[in-house]
């Protein structure tokens, strides 16, 4: 089928349009490259079934033809506030990629009596107080926070999502992405992957903001496409938002040393001050039961796996 | 100073507009009255010192001449479900005000070096789990719930008014508003002043919804006024929040009671099931710490004259 994707030159994106023309749909995506870049999908640009359209979706978006399906995946997704390709350094096209953005593709997607995929985000839950995150746990987010001109944004992109599912009966889907890491990502966007692979690559000690004990659950891209894609394809009532995301939940100081093994080198670490902010979360882990009864999806590669290919990806490109 | 305000025909801020024309400043309103009435500013229309422009402000807002303060007043507010001017009836254009509304609102405030202040809504805690509420408390809101178009709009408006005020620097103001009553409030507005008062007038039973034992707290609109002015004219740092309401808690039951005093009548009570849905706030009361401090500002209106000179409101109008 056809299908329009916003954010299809991201990370994720950019992976899921490979999907998807696998799949023998034909993509037309559009993406302003803000964050996103042509190199994630240079390989795509000749393909007669791909069309890339630079475009910011915040403003009205021109279409040509039929779309069965409107994905919407645009959105800055990197929390540091170091890194120029962060949200926080990017707080008013966040917002209104939330906002503006997802009105404008639910419009396409309902003028066209087409299917519609959100990705939101874990960060909807904010800091948690509940551990593992279930998708009807309703989240602890600051509302005038620095995180939360992402963290509103998506809440209110999910909110307008089930509001065009109920009022107008559109076929809507959210996803809630956790944690995700793989072969092009940023290798300056700040998380904690890039940074310790980037560190290990360039024989420089990788850096631990405080004392490591802090978890992370990382899932690797592969398994987070094959969870979106069965999202996208299930019929059915799925129209709550389903968690996606690898529940092995590890700390920073144990990724230190995994990242250590898979780089086959003796690993330095150096220890900085705690730098989380009041509203960064100390611990995160998606409870995946939704995943599993809806979509039959779990995640399958383990993080020395992942870890492996993403690092043969950063050697490729630094 | 000449001022924008926007919702000025709706209850609150058609008051709004009354104390700043009195205070000696122009008033130019903008409202679509789809939840406002022209009946609660004819008595301004005459005025030259006020203008009302009929226009939803979800659109882009043309403006002529000069603002020194730009003040986002516009949205549904109602949460009655069977009332056609509740935001559950009205999904998409609460959304859409809260999203693109305050956007508007704002990119005015920023070209015009103006002023800015948002009226939020005590609906940004949800279903509280702390109480009273202090403005740093974040709130349980169900982001995919069917209060969550107002409740989500409102947390987004007021992330991207801070995003405003850090970016650029924007001197903007936030008031979170509990419960308020009086005069001009709609007689199908579906909330239980207005209800109360309309069974009162028409001697027939005051309706109440389970136990009764649900509490609410209820500002009068003169109160209301107060704070929000003080709000909008304070000098210095006053961006972050502030709770402007009546800690004053009062139960359900003990509300029909007063209205039966005021009323001078003897009053019979019916007890229907409860209909709160799984995200009505069992309880809500303000700690109005912020606004005292800030502000000087506290109420000063009784329940009792308060319901007295709105029925007196709602009698002519019936």
């Known amino acids: ?25 034909q993509v037309v995506v559009y993406d302003n490259l803000l964050t996103g870049s ?64 997802t009105f404008n ?17 874990s960060e909807v ?14 989240g602890n987010v600051d509302p005038v926070g620095l995180r939360s001109v992402y963290d509103e944004a998506k809440r209110f992109a999910e909110a307008i999502t ?25 290798l300056d966007d700040g998380r904690v992957v890039p940074n310790f692979l980037c560190q ?3 024989n420089q000690p990788l850096t631990i903001y405080g004392d490591g004990s802090q978890t ?8 987070m496409v094959e969870g979106l894609y069965r999202l996208l394809m299930a019929e059915g009532d799925v129209h709550l938002p389903v968690n996606i995301g690898n529940p092995v939940e590890v700390s920073i100081a144990a990724l230190a040393e995994i990242v250590g093994q898979v780089s086959g080198q003796a690993i330095q670490t150096q220890t900085l001050p705690d730098q989380r902010g009041p509203s960064d979360p100390q611990r995160r882990r998606p409870d995946i039961s939704r995943a599993k009864a ?23 490109r630094l």
Not at 129 to 138: A, K, N, V
Not at 164 to 172: A, E, I, P, Q, V
Not at 174 to 185: K, L, V, W
Not at 216 to 223: E, K, N, T, V
């Open 1 to 25: 089928m056809r299908i329009l994707l916003t954010g299809g030159a991201g990370f994720i994106g950019s992976h899921f349009s490979d999907r998807l023309l696998a799949e023998g749909h």
């Open 38 to 101: 042509l190199d994630n999908i240079a390989h795509l640009l000749d393909r007669r079934d791909f069309t890339f359209i630079e475009h910011d979706v915040s403003e009205s978006i021109p279409v040509e033809g039929q779309f069965k399906a409107v994905l919407h995946f645009a959105s800055p997704a990197s929390p540091n506030p170091n890194s120029p390709f962060g949200y926080p350094q990017l707080p008013i096209q966040t917002l209104k990629v939330g906002a503006m953005g």
């Open 105 to 121: 593709t639910l419009r396409i997607a309902r003028a066209h009596e087409a299917r519609f995929l959100l990705t939101s985000t």
């Open 125 to 138: 839950y904010g800091d948690p107080l509940e551990h593992p995150q279930r998708e009807d746990y309703w």
């Open 162 to 186: 089930m509001a065009h599912h109920r009022k107008h009966d559109l076929d809507t889907r959210i996803a809630r992405i956790f944690n995700t890491y793989g072969p092009r990502m940023r």
């Open 200 to 202: 290990a690559l360039t």
């Open 216 to 223: 992370r659950s990382f899932c690797f891209i592969d398994d």
């Open 294 to 316: 809806w979509l039959d999806w779990e995640p399958k590669v383990t993080l020395e796996t992942g870890l492996r290919l993403t690092m043969d990806d950063f050697k490729a």
